[in-house]
Structures are given as C-alpha cells and as structure tokens.
C-alpha cells in the first residue's frame, strides 16, 4: 500500500477490459477522495457495470491498475472485500426471508454473530425506515423498500467505499428523493465514500464529482457545476409579438442564430440574464415573456458525445470503433 493510494477512496491507473474482441471499459484514469460521491453517468452499454465488477474484485481488470481503500483489486482482494459494500444493479434479495432474516444472513456469511449484529441490524432497518416491516417476507416487498434494504444490506459491514449500481432505478421520484436523503445522511454520519453509476442526469445533480461515460471510455470528469460551465451557454427561449422580426433583429444587431418554432424563438447565448435586457431595449418588437435556461446536465453530456443520453448506442462498439475514437 501506498501513501498515495490512501489517500482515495478509489484510484485507477489505465484499468481495462475486455470482453472477447469487446473492449467494454478502456484506459480508465480515476482518483476519488475519501468521504465523497462520485457518480459515473453514462448509457446503456457504458461500461459502468463493468467498471464497478472490477473495482469490487468480482470481475478482473484486462489490463491496468485499481486500488480500492488503498488496496490493489487484484493483489489483495480480501483487503478490498473487507473495506466494501455493493449494492448490485440486479436484486439479489432472497425473498423468502423477511428483511430482518435477509440481514443477519448476510452478517454471518461475513463472519458476525447474530450477538454483534443485531444491534447493527435493528439501527440499519431503522436507518432505511423499514423498522415496521422487520417480520415481513421481502416478497412482499415494493421495489422501493427492496431497494433500502439492500441500501442496508450494503452498511451491514461498516464499509468504507459503498458502491451502488444504478442504486434508485426504477423507482418513483419520491423514494428516489428517500433514498437519496438516507445515502447524504450515511456519508455525513460515517464519513463514508459513495461510488454510484447512474444513468439520471438528476441523480448526478447528488455528486461531488461526476465521470461521463460513453463506450466504455470517460469523455470528461469534474463537479456538475464545473461541468455545466463549461458548455459555457444559455438557452433563451423568448415569445414575441413578431417571431420572425426578432429572429432577424438577434442576428442583425447580435450577431447569433435564433430559430423560430412553436414555443418561440429559441437561441444560445454565453449570458442570458444579460442577453434579455439587452435585447429588449434593441428589439423593436413586443416581448411577451422570456426565459433563460442555464445548462444541464443533458447539455453537457450533448456537448461531449454529440448526442443526449437518452439515445442508446446503435450498436455493440468494436475494437475499431475504439481505435476511431482515440
Ligand atoms: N459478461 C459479459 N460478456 C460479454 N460482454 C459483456 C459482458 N458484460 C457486459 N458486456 C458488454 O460490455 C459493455 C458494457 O456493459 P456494462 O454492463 O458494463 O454497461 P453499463 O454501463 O453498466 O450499462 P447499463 O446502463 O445497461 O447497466 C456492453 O457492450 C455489454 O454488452
Ligand atoms: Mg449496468
């Protein structure tokens, strides 16, 4: 171990795999400081789950390096096990078991007694609000209280890095909004690192950090706010009393494109807040209303793959691909 790897919760130097002739994760370069959120945000196919496998030594890296709480992934995966908790993409609850039943299973399999568990159980089952539902068989669990509790399955080991495959999809927003304050509680509490994959722009908006993920390598790193700066425009959209008069007004006096549609006329401008006013006074024509969208998330991801993330790859990418793309 060394000082340098302490000093994250997750490090990785140029990690990789691949799956046959499929590089599904390709020249990963990551250092996320302990006690954070990293988020990686990327689409169906990304290599997110992938990345995780690795980091969480069920899967083995093809080429480079990853230290997990200052332990190397492939060296001493024992170290790295102990220091963990995983909260899978896929439920893997055996629902048979009622939810207190599930837990104290899962402490001895780590080698804790039911004596030094307990306690632990009965404030996890608390933590994650399911105290009333302890005696119940998860079977009759819904998708959000399935969730929390392998939330609560994932801190039965006191980890110090929890790592959470897509931890609320599939869920309402409202247990999302739960389950997000549960996980902000946790690493205020515990200190803990939080190391999530995502494909919700709005759960990313949780992160200190984010990665966006794209083929399996990373197109960019840094904080959502830093992130949304750099796409570095507005979007206005304005209502006029002559569309077409202000379309040419904007590129006249301004200089920019606008487009005219059925919501208005809609530009990118470096500031909007100072755009409108200016505008105004130029324009020569009534303005109704107008409104200045900062970036999202959505933008950022568009600025550095060309395409939202809601659009899924068109297909399986290759080794060529990959070669294109470098
Ligand atoms: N066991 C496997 N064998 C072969 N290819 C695989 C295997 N697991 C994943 N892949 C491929 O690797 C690529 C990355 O998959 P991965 O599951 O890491 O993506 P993901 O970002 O987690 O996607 P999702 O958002 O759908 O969960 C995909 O093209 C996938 O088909
Ligand atoms: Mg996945």
């Known amino acids: 171990m060394t000082a340098v790897a302490d000093e994250f919760a ?12 499929l590089p599904a994760v390709v020249g990963l370069d990551l250092s996320v400081p302990r006690g954070t959120t990293f988020g990686f945000l990327g689409p169906n196919g990304a290599g997110k789950t992938t990345t995780i496998s690795m980091l969480c030594t069920l899967l083995r890296p ?9 332990h190397d992934v492939v060296a001493e995966p024992h170290s ?19 939810a207190e039943e599930g837990l ?69 927003p409202q247990t999302r909004t739960v389950i997000w304050e549960h996980l902000h509680e946790l690493r205020e509490q515990h200190g803990i690192t939080l190391f999530l994959t995502t494909h919700h722009l709005e759960e990313a908006e949780h992160c200190d950090r ?5 083929g399996g390598q990373v197109e960019v790193e840094g904080s959502p706010a830093e992130l949304k700066a750099e796409v570095g425009h507005d979007t206005v959209v304005l209502r006029t009393g002559d569309d077409a008069a202000a379309v040419r007004v904007i590129a006249e006096r301004f200089g920019l494109d606008a487009v005219s549609g059925p919501d208005g006329v809609r530009l990118r401008v470096a500031d909007g807040a100072a755009f409108v006013p200016a505008f105004c ?46």
């Open 210 to 214: 984010i990665a966006i993920m794209d």
């Open 10 to 21: 997750v490090r990785t130097e140029d990690l990789g795999k691949v799956y046959g002739e």
């Open 104 to 172: 104290r299973f899962h402490a001895e399999l780590f080698g804790i007694p039911w004596r030094v568990s307990r306690p632990k159980v009965a404030a996890l089952l608390e933590l994650v609000d399911l105290t009333g539902s302890r005696d119940r068989p998860v079977r009759e669990f819904s998708g959000g209280m399935r969730r929390r509790l392998e939330i609560a399955r994932g801190l039965l080991t006191t980890p110090q890095v929890l790592f959470l495959d897509e931890p609320t999809t599939g869920l309402d």
């Open 62 to 70: 093809t080429v480079g390096r990853a230290f997990v709480a200052g």
């Open 281 to 326: 006074a130029e324009a020569g024509v009534p303005v109704l209303s107008a409104t200045v969208v900062p970036p999202s998330l959505d933008d950022v991801f568009l600025h550095h793959t060309g395409r939202t993330i809601r659009a899924e790859r068109s297909g399986p990418l290759t080794v060529n691909d990959v070669g294109r793309r470098r």
């Open 80 to 98: 790295v096990r102990e220091r963990i908790g995983l909260v899978f993409q896929e439920t893997t609850l055996d629902l048979d078991l009622t």
